[in-house]
């Protein structure tokens, strides 16, 4: 019950920032495309002949229905989670004010319980209104294409669990800070330029002949989260193709030792 109440409490604070208004035109524009810009008839064997919006193709109906729902999560994910990113950054950061702090811990309730549970909110609500824009979009290409398969439902999941690991930096730069500036810019400083540079890390050492600097690149490279080849991983799952799951293990590590580190600062610093 109490994680429930945070939850919904949750779901008001994002509800206030317009991020379901913005979520649902996002959802809208991709429906409204496939709905009127796309045209199926059958073409025996499995397959289907498309029409969208004039360019013709004939193909089998689960793999055009996978291939579609690829292209929309590659597209969506990385917008989404962004916006994600910054509007939760702000409900936890107005989680540690002091008024709202006061009222939330005068409920029976620990303070890293309260963090963990606020942070499995934001989560939560997160896999929530993926699904629901994963669902819509696949039941119109599932009609369409008069076929089904649930494989593309493991990339939403899978993006969950990716948001996940990139919120657990901003929980713990907002529980050191009390605000939402600084892990915002972390994050995304750490996403668009350090990730690369990490995933660069062997170009980097053959074009350096530094053991030092070879060092410093392969551990932080361990240690920290590894965000787009999660999502590559992610990309793999949902084509049914093998792949190497250390680059999720070892971020999902990371995430619970932040969070943990997140809980003791918070249990233990003075707001």
């Known amino acids: 019950m109490k994680f429930f109440a945070i939850f919904i409490d949750t779901f008001r604070e994002i509800r206030d920032k317009k991020m379901l208004i913005t979520f649902g035109i996002i959802t809208a524009i991709f429906a409204c495309t496939y709905i009127f810009g796309l045209s199926t008839k059958p073409a025996g ?17 689960i793999e055009f229905v996978q291939k579609q729902m690829m292209f929309f999560s590659h597209v969506t994910t990385g917008i989404i989670l962004f916006l994600f990113i910054i509007t939760f950054a702000f409900v936890i950061a107005n989680l540690l004010k002091p008024g709202t702090l006061d009222l939330h811990l005068s409920k029976p309730l620990w303070r890293p319980q309260l963090l963990l549970y606020k942070f499995l909110a934001c989560v939560s609500g997160v896999l929530v209104l993926m699904l629901i824009m994963t669902a819509t979009f696949w039941s119109i290409l599932s009609w369409k294409a008069g ?8 990339f939403t999941f899978m993006a969950a669990a990716i948001f996940a690991i990139s919120f657990s930096v901003i929980t713990f730069c907002c529980v050191l800070t009390r605000g939402a500036g600084a892990g915002i810019s972390i994050y995304l400083v750490y996403a668009y330029l350090l990730q690369g ?27 920290l989260p590894k965000i787009n080849e999660c999502l590559t991983i992610a990309t793999k799952m949902s084509s049914g193709k093998e792949t190497n799951f250390y680059p999720l293990t070892s971020s999902l590590i990371f995430m619970g030792v932040t969070l943990i580190v997140s809980c003791i600062i918070f249990q ?3 707001y």
């Open 147 to 154: 076929v089904i398969t649930l494989q593309p439902f493991i």
């Open 45 to 61: 064997n499995g397959n289907i002949e498309t029409t969208f919006f004039g360019d013709s193709e004939t193909i089998n109906a």
């Open 268 to 270: 233990r610093k003075d």
């Open 197 to 223: 540079v990490l995933q660069s890390r062997e170009s980097i050492k053959a074009g350096i002949d530094s053991p030092l600097l070879a060092n410093v690149l392969d551990s932080a490279y361990h240690i």
